[in-house]
């Protein structure tokens, strides 16, 4: 049901409109006196005015101007006489939804009143969802599908515990942000938070970077180093990538999970440290231990709490609040004002499958963001593979005629058949002659 407000000086016509409106269900209010009109508009809230173009004192544009004033989002449908289709168009520039022409019959009117109720529901969705991004913020994991809450839940219970945590998923499912939501919520909160990636270094670099060394351990090593683990004492430890660790490496780190202590390279007295792991896998590290890949002791250690992040595609039901989150990110760090997503646009990004997960969702809500230059995001300004649309193949090629397309096509595909004219005709579609035709048409050599 819509609040609508009836403007026209024409008693007849006003009285049809508001029948045919209220008998559809809408809280209909119609009047003749446009001045009155707007101190009505001030008054109360109205979705949608339905307002003459010509009438005495204000005019439907003022009225529009004035409606739009108040309330950007409140929807204008202008009533037209025939013939004044430029007088439309301004309307339509100016901000009105859309306009109808006189004469016409309650069903005209009835489809455009209907258009404009969808295009209400999507603004509300659209506030609901920023809103609800809003208040996920605090934390900044975004997501109400059961997976996410399951795991928002388990952080909650877990975080404070102090225990080793094993984060699994695929590629930018959130592993990096869920370990530091774990940090934050723990006691070690005011202490470091320590990323390493175990699989970007080689297994040499890790082991100095992770348990520091003594001087002359190894050339190089001019003067006694602390490591990671030390440096992090109270906090946490992020061990990323922990899948890609070389199996004497799993030994040490089991050692540290074990005894609460290291060892420098080039020492062998133990370091008692105090640091929670958190570890992180993009592989199934129970496959991993099963195959033989990875130590199954080391895995059970880690494996204290498992939190599981599913891929995206697994999850749709995130996807629109995750696009509104990325949206308002992106709008505000580049100062523009897009506040929605035309339903077209959003039904390509909920079906698309997301083989980067998250991460690509972000990266291509930021791009879309600098494209878009309306104020909602719309089909066109998605990258053509999230449209799943093929790359246009002409797209490196500047504007020409289609003679031009056509002799470029026939001298493209004789030079990749070495001049052969039977496969090249057959190729292109068209019999030997016409082809013979063609290459004397256009001089082909
Ligand atoms: N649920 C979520 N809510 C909000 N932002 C998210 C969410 N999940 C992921 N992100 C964002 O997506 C990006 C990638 O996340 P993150 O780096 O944590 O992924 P990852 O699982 O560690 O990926 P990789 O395995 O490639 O290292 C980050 O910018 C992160 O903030
Ligand atoms: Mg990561």
């Not at 009105?96 to 509300?124: N, T």
């Not at 094993?166 to 370990?179: H, P, R, S, Y």
Request: hydrophobic residues 40%; charged residues 25%.
């Amino acid at each position: 049901m819509l609040e609508i407000l009836v403007i026209d000086d024409d008693m007849r016509m006003r009285q049809l409109i508001e029948e045919i409106l209220t008998e559809e269900g809408h809280s209909v209010t119609a009047i003749g006196d446009s001045r009155e009109a707007m101190l009505m508009l001030k008054e109360r809230h109205y979705d949608l005015v339905v307002t003459d173009l010509k009438m005495p004192y204000a005019d439907g544009m003022e009225i529009l101007a004035y409606a739009k004033k108040i309330n950007p989002e409140c929807l204008v449908i202008m009533i037209t006489a025939h013939g004044t289709i430029e007088s439309a168009i301004e309307a339509i520039k100016k901000g009105a939804y859309d306009y109808i022409q006189k004469p016409f019959g309650p069903d005209q009117l009835l489809v455009l009143v209907q258009r404009a109720e969808g295009h209400i529901k999507l603004i509300h969705e659209n506030k609901r969802l920023s809103e609800e991004v809003r208040s996920f913020t605090e934390t900044g994991f975004i997501g109400t599908s059961r997976s996410i809450e399951k795991i928002k839940d388990l952080i909650e219970k877990a975080a404070p515990l102090d225990t080793t945590i094993l984060i699994q998923g695929e590629t930018g499912t959130g592993k990096e942000l869920v370990a530091r939501l774990i940090h934050k919520k723990s006691t070690r909160f005011q202490n470091t938070f320590l990323p390493v990636n175990c699989g970007a270094l080689s297994e040499g670099i890790l082991e100095s970077e992770l348990f520091g060394h003594e001087k002359g351990a190894f050339t190089g090593a001019m003067s006694r180093r602390k490591g990671l683990f030390e440096t992090a004492n109270g906090g946490t430890v992020f061990l990323d990538e922990i899948n890609n660790t070389s199996p004497s490496m799993q030994v040490k780190l089991l050692r540290v999970l074990q005894e609460n202590t290291i060892m420098r390279v080039g020492s062998s007295m133990p370091v008692p440290v105090d640091v929670r792991i958190v570890a992180a896998s993009n592989t199934n590290l129970a496959e991993d231990a099963a195959a033989g890949r990875f130590r199954k002791d080391l895995f059970y250690r880690l494996n204290v709490v498992a939190v599981d992040i599913s891929p995206l595609r697994e999850r749709r039901e995130d996807i629109p609040l995750l696009a509104h989150h990325f949206l308002n990110k992106y709008g505000k760090k580049f100062n523009k004002e897009i506040s929605r997503f035309s339903p077209h646009a959003m039904e390509i990004l909920s079906v698309y499958a997301w083989p980067g997960n998250v991460r690509e969702l972000e990266n291509v809500m930021e791009r879309t963001v600098i494209m878009e230059t309306s104020s909602e995001i719309t089909p066109q300004s998605l990258p053509s593979e999230i449209r799943g649309e093929p790359p246009d193949p002409l797209s490196c090629i500047g504007l020409m005629t289609l003679d031009d397309m056509e002799k470029f096509l026939i001298q493209r595909t004789l030079r990749e058949l070495e001049g052969q004219k039977n496969k090249a005709a057959e190729a292109l579609g068209i019999d030997v002659s016409t082809l013979w035709r063609k290459i004397k048409k256009y001089n082909i050599e």
